[in-house]
């Protein structure tokens, strides 16, 4: 018995050390092919097991195998999988590259749109996808403004340095006349506003998909006319939990010097010619002390701190992914009393509960705050920081003069009152009149995914985005010397709900016949209210509250709800993934269009042909792609403001009856007000060659009826205009991508790459027969035959010589020296850059890494309302003014283009400018330290710092503050912002 359990003995120990023996550690690292930078949270697997590991920081892996393993797979989202046989090769020291997105279009997936994920080399249609490089570790707040430049035909506008500033954007020139033009962005699967992208941390993302033709947007019906952004966030990978801190330090100053205004000296000097019997007592004194103020310095930062903290943990665990993160955001505003503060959390979790049931939930939280000024908007007030920064008289200074009785004086505290300018110091303004906006949002969706049989899979989802949003604003009793002060309160609360169910089914014929089938229906619940009321007679600092002034003020409320229910269908066929074809419907019902159009219907088909995979083309080694795609379908735009369709009540006379107020119909019924539709024709070609070039390009027409306009009606009606469907328009263009790789070395990378696009905009057809239509008072006339956005004002000529009179062109084309609005005509140039796109360029020895991205528009042009102000004697003696002044007409002869005092300036085309730029977008220079530094420490598993600055380098002929803006004028403009950064990154 006793030799029996001794050989039982023996024999387990003998098994464990074969076991042992049988088993070994498999190493390596997992680079881009595209750069040789390590890929973070790449999967590395056994090939037909559930044993795997995640890389690090570094890219690196450790995974224990067992001799009879052959193959590992290497898989990351956006790369192709790579599959080695460690039986053929040494299992230590492994180095794997995988191809990017850019490079192998079959494996890039397209995620958040509806059914499952697709790869990009198998979509019809015509998109683009940004990895998460490219967006996250910028400075902005707002991860949108890091996609200018990076998609062809996608032009993206930071108009304000402001840090709760939104984006604006367009794709593919402009849809609409009055509804909005942005494309819709979905999140995760689920529709949210574009004013959501402050509340989303960058970090947070895991690639944004820009999807552009009919094929690929139809199916969202009649709210993709102008295009979808799809953003999908991060999800948790890895068989080890990872934990990634992250933080960064900068600051931020103006992106383009300011106005050069004049010294005190200058400024007597302009003043005595234009006025010379004027009173310069004041002045002289001011000039004779040697004061002279720069506000602009004065009013403006230029090292305003901003830094940012993120932390995330991600991994796989029980059959759970997980990715868990928070961030904190803080930046301080170049003008005072402007900045933004940001906490975000964000949970998203999904498991299998069953093989044939999984579960998950995506959710979002944010808290803003924002410091504002309540004049920051306000261009032509006196008190906004950018206006009074060039209005402000040199001579003037924020300080008390102190007089020390010897002759001698020096600058003493804060003045609170202006006495030269008869203003409030903006700081003493601002600290007694604070105002407060605050934000919190809640967004995310739950789904339930079943798998009954295979190929079939049925989806339900619930999404919520909801914010409540809170304005404050106070002016301080004590403040002004009045004793009596004020408050106001503004709140608002939005919901939207939506619900999608789907059936998607997938099967094929002998490998050969692919087909999918999708069908849905989805429902969207919007539901907004919001208050307002101020006061006034608070008499105490300390007791601000509405409740404590005693008279109400103003009090404003409204609510307002809408439905839209939908359903959807999608068909999808290749052959042998040689020949595609695609076929989508929709129809889409709404509450805010008229009960004779309250349903619509929007359809697509697109096909592709995979040449690259005909038997002729094999031969042709150097050729790794090639597709020629087409599509065609109809979307819709019901995006825009109010209710159109239904009646409203409004105050119409007040004191008539009674002293009491009466109410009457102030805007009238549209029972056949329908949605703005849009025919679409996309046609493009893309292709790789010699494995280092990559090549796309795009034909589109995009055709607009039945836009929605307000319209004026007749006086007979009562009622001064409304919403109709006024007429069409069309925008055509090309697109044109591509990108090469000049080096591909073991140690180093180098690759540029660029995008154009050209887009041509024209008004086809306007309301009730018009062939034109002015807006008053904006410079703007609508025409048929013209562009959307083309100036219309009289043409300026220059300076006579002789007389210093202004020289005008009259509507036939004659030299003028009398000025008359009726010689206004269509000047050729546009607000919209027909012309837009970018390049880029990245490079990276060993652990180093740059990446810089450039941006361009072309052919814009901008009213520099600025320079009315500050280029005109009529406002000297009250305003400053900028030197090229100086530079007045004053003697016959003289050759310049500024005209003399007595030529009145007037709203014509000296103040419109070429806004046409290129800019230095993003900068970014890293380095990740490596192993062997940090193999010391153990459980750190990668450290990378970086440098990162955003609108480095700008070029550009507007004088204004900045050329992004997206407007037809600029006026007291908050600048844009030039930031720089630097932060580490370390994973545990």
């Known amino acids: 018995m006793k030799l029996k359990v001794m050989f039982l003995f023996a024999c387990l120990f003998l098994s464990i050390g074969i076991a042992i023996a049988q088993s070994s550690n498999a190493t390596g690292r997992v680079l881009s092919a595209e750069d040789n930078e390590p890929i973070v949270g790449a999967t590395v697997q056994i090939e037909g097991t559930d044993t795997g590991t995640i890389t690090d920081l570094d890219g690196k892996f450790t995974i224990n195998v067992p001799s009879s393993a052959q193959i590992l797979v290497i898989s990351f989202i956006g790369m192709e999988t790579q599959k080695i046989n460690i039986k053929e090769k040494n299992r230590t020291d492994l180095t794997i590259k995988l191809k990017p997105t850019a490079e192998v279009l079959d494996e890039v997936l397209v995620t958040g749109t509806y059914g499952s994920a697709k790869k990009l080399g198998s979509i019809v249609g015509s998109v683009v996808a940004i990895r998460s490089d490219k967006i996250e570790n910028r400075p902005s707040a707002n991860f949108a403004d890091a996609l200018q430049g990076q998609v062809a035909g996608l032009q993206v506008y930071t108009s304000s340095g402001e ?24 999140l995760d699967g689920s529709p949210i506003s574009g004013g959501a992208f ?14 552009k033709d009919a094929s690929s947007t139809s199916i969202y019906g009649s709210r993709a006319a102008n295009g979808v952004v799809v953003i999908t966030t991060k999800r948790g990978r890895g068989a080890k939990p990872t934990v990634s801190i992250k933080g960064q330090y900068g600051f931020s100053e103006p992106a383009l010097p300011t106005t ?30 040697g004061i002279s103020t720069d506000w602009q310095s004065y009013l403006m930062k230029d090292n305003a701190p901003t830094w940012q903290l993120d932390a995330s943990i991600t991994g796989v665990a029980n059959n759970t992914n997980y990715f868990i993160s928070a961030s904190h955001y803080d930046q301080d505003g170049v003008e005072p009393a402007s900045g933004m503060r940001r906490e975000t959390l964000r949970s998203n979790i999904d498991t299998k509960v069953f093989d044939w049931l999984r579960v998950g939930v995506n959710l979002g939280l944010s808290y803003e705050d924002y410091e504002t000024n309540n004049f920051a908007t306000k261009g032509n007030n006196p008190y906004n920081v950018a206006t009074l920064s060039r209005w402000a008289l040199p001579w003037e200074t924020p300080y008390k003069i102190v007089d020390d009785g010897n002759g001698k004086w020096h600058y003493g505290d804060r003045k609170d009152f202006f006495d030269v300018l008869g203003l409030w110091n903006p700081y003493y303004l601002l600290e007694n009149q604070p105002g407060q906006k605050n934000k919190l949002r809640l967004y995310g969706n739950m789904f339930e995914e079943l798998t009954p049989v295979k190929g079939l899979t049925l989806r339900a989802s619930q999404a919520l985005d909801a914010f409540d949003y809170r304005y404050r604003y106070r002016q301080l009793p004590a403040a002004f010397n009045n004793n009596s002060g004020s408050a106001s309160e503004t709140f608002q609360r939005y919901s939207s709900m939506t619900f999608t169910n789907t059936a998607e089914y997938k099967f094929d014929i002998n490998k050969v016949h692919n087909a999918t089938i999708l069908i849905g229906q989805e429902a969207i619940i919007y539901d907004g209210s919001a208050f307002g009321a101020s006061v006034s007679g608070i008499t105490d600092d300390r007791l601000t509250l509405l409740s404590h002034g005693t008279t109400p003020q103003n009090p404003t409320a409204s609510i307002q709800k809408k439905v839209m229910n939908s359903y959807f269908a999608r068909g999808e066929y290749n052959y042998a993934e040689k020949y595609y074809l695609d076929l989508s419907f929709r129809t889409d019902g709404s509450s805010v269009f008229g009960k004779n159009n309250r349903w619509a219907s929007f359809f697509s088909v697109g096909a592709m042909w995979n040449i690259k995979k005909e038997n002729f ?42 002293g009491g107020s009466a109410f009457g119909i102030s805007s009238v019924q549209n029972d056949d007000l329908t949605w703005e539709k849009q025919k679409s024709l996309n046609i493009g070609i893309s292709t790789r060659m010699f494995n280092r070039l990559d090549l796309s390009v795009d034909f589109y027409n995009k055709v607009t009826s039945d836009m929605l306009m307000t319209i004026p009606y007749s006086y007979t009606t009562g009622h001064g205009s409304g919403w109709g469907n006024i007429g069409s328009m069309y925008n055509r263009g090309f697109e044109v991508s591509v990108q090469y790789e000049l080096f591909n070395t073991k140690d180093f990378y180098w690759s540029i790459a660029g995008n154009i696009n050209y887009n041509k905009n024209q008004i086809t057809e306007l309301f009730g027969g018009r062939s034109e239509y002015v807006l008053p008072n904006t410079g703007i006339k609508y025409q048929v035959g013209e562009s959307l956005g083309d100036f219309y004002y009289v043409r300026w000529v220059g300076v006579d010589p002789e007389d210093g009179q202004q020289i005008w062109l009259d509507d036939k084309g004659n030299e003028t020296k009398e000025y008359s609005d009726n010689y206004a005509i269509f000047t050729g140039k546009n607000q919209y850059a027909p012309w837009s796109g970018g390049f880029n360029t990245r490079l990276s020895w060993k652990g180093f890494s740059v990446d810089a991205n450039f941006s361009f528009m072309l052919g814009k042009y901008l009213i520099d309302n600025d320079r009315y102000f500050v280029e005109n004697p009529n406002f000297v003696g009250q305003f400053n ?8 007409w004053t003697t016959p002869g003289q050759i310049t283009d500024i005209p003399a005092a007595n030529s009145t300036r007037q709203f014509d085309t000296h103040l419109l400018e070429n806004a046409s730029f290129m800019r230095l977008k993003n900068l970014t220079i890293s ?33 204004g503050a900045d050329p992004e803006i997206d407007s037809n004028l600029q006026l007291g403009k908050y600048p844009n912002t030039r930031q720089f950064a630097v932060g580490a990154e370390l994973t545990f």
């Open 163 to 186: 840090p709760s500033e939104g984006v604006s954007m367009r794709l593919r020139g402009i849809g609409s006349i009055s509804s909005s033009n942005e494309p819709l962005f979905i």
């Open 198 to 211: 402050t509340a989303i941390n960058p970090s947070d993302i895991e690639n944004v998909t820009v999807l």
């Open 260 to 289: 050069r205004m004049m010294t005190t000296s200058q400024y007597y000097d302009l003043w005595k010619t234009i006025s010379p019997n004027a009173d310069f007592s004041i002045i002289r004194k001011y000039m004779d002390m």
């Open 617 to 658: 083309m094999q031969s042709a080694e150097w050729l790794n792609e090639l597709s020629l795609k087409a599509s065609y379908g109809t979307t819709g735009n019901s995006a825009f403001s109010g209710d159109p369709y239904y009646p409203s009540l409004g105050l119409v006379e007040v004191g008539k009856y009674q």
């Open 881 to 888: 003014q900028s030197v090229e002044m100086a530079n007045m």
């Open 927 to 959: 380095y990740s330290f490596p192993e062997s530094l940090l193999s010391k420490a153990g459980f750190i598993k990668g450290v990378r710092i970086f440098g990162v600055g955003r609108n480095l380098w700008t070029v550009t002929q507007y004088k």
